[in-house]
């Protein structure tokens, strides 16, 4: 036995070779190297943080959205990044970015229908369709842990 039966279909994604992960990949490079629907789930624990740029909404948005295009309806997106205001969150020096609750405001249509308006909301359903329903959240004094539901039409819908 490995320790690793119990993660049955698991695929493993890393920019290291030396890691030994089924796919060799740059997450900077979108899309990423799956098909449309193809995970139940996708699982990023410290690892979001080291992507993109803070600011740089265009990958933000090309990100997500590529995360809901290979997540089945209803799949479910786990991740930890570094609480905000943790000195981990800009002490790291490949940190490149700072993802918190207000951030996955942005990734809820219902939150723009809600918002857009009425607060400080910027719109940007100009450049993002996808769609994510919070699940869960925690906040510890240096992790934030968050879940995601992809909100999609089941497979086969017209």
Same mark, same amino acid.
């Given at each position: 036995?490995?320790? !690793?039966?119990?993660?049955?279909?698991?695929?493993?994604?890393?920019?290291?070779?030396?890691?030994?992960?089924?796919?060799?990949? $740059?997450?900077?490079?979108?899309?990423?190297?799956?098909?449309?629907? #193809?995970?139940?789930?996708?699982?990023?624990?410290?690892?979001?943080?080291?992507?993109?740029?803070?600011? $740089?909404?265009?990958?933000?948005?090309?990100? +997500?959205?590529?995360? +809901? &295009?290979?997540?089945?309806?209803?799949?479910?997106?786990?991740?930890?990044?570094?609480?905000? !205001?943790?000195? +981990?969150?800009?002490?790291?020096?490949? #940190? &490149?970015?700072?993802? !918190?609750?207000?951030?996955?405001?942005?990734?809820?249509?219902?939150?723009?229908? &809600?918002?857009?308006?009425?607060?400080?909301?910027?719109?940007?359903?100009?450049?993002?369709?996808?769609?994510?329903?919070?699940?869960? #959240?925690?906040?510890?004094? #240096?992790?934030?842990?968050?879940?995601? &539901?992809?909100?999609?039409?089941?497979?086969?819908?017209?």
């Amino acid at each position: 036995m490995t320790g !690793n039966e119990q993660w049955d279909g698991l695929v493993t994604l890393d920019h290291n070779d030396d890691h030994k992960p089924d796919h060799i990949w $740059d997450l900077e490079k979108i899309p990423l190297p799956f098909e449309e629907n #193809h995970f139940d789930e996708i699982h990023a624990y410290e690892v979001l943080e080291h992507t993109g740029a803070q600011g $740089d909404w265009r990958f933000f948005f090309a990100q +997500w959205s590529d995360f +809901w &295009r290979i997540l089945k309806p209803d799949g479910l997106f786990h991740a930890t990044v570094p609480m905000w !205001n943790s000195i +981990w969150a800009w002490g790291d020096p490949s #940190h &490149r970015r700072v993802i !918190n609750s207000g951030t996955l405001v942005f990734l809820s249509q219902a939150q723009y229908q &809600r918002q857009v308006g009425k607060t400080p909301m910027s719109d940007f359903r100009f450049c993002y369709q996808a769609d994510f329903e919070p699940v869960y #959240h925690k906040e510890t004094e #240096h992790q934030y842990l968050f879940i995601l &539901r992809a909100k999609k039409p089941p497979l086969g819908a017209a």
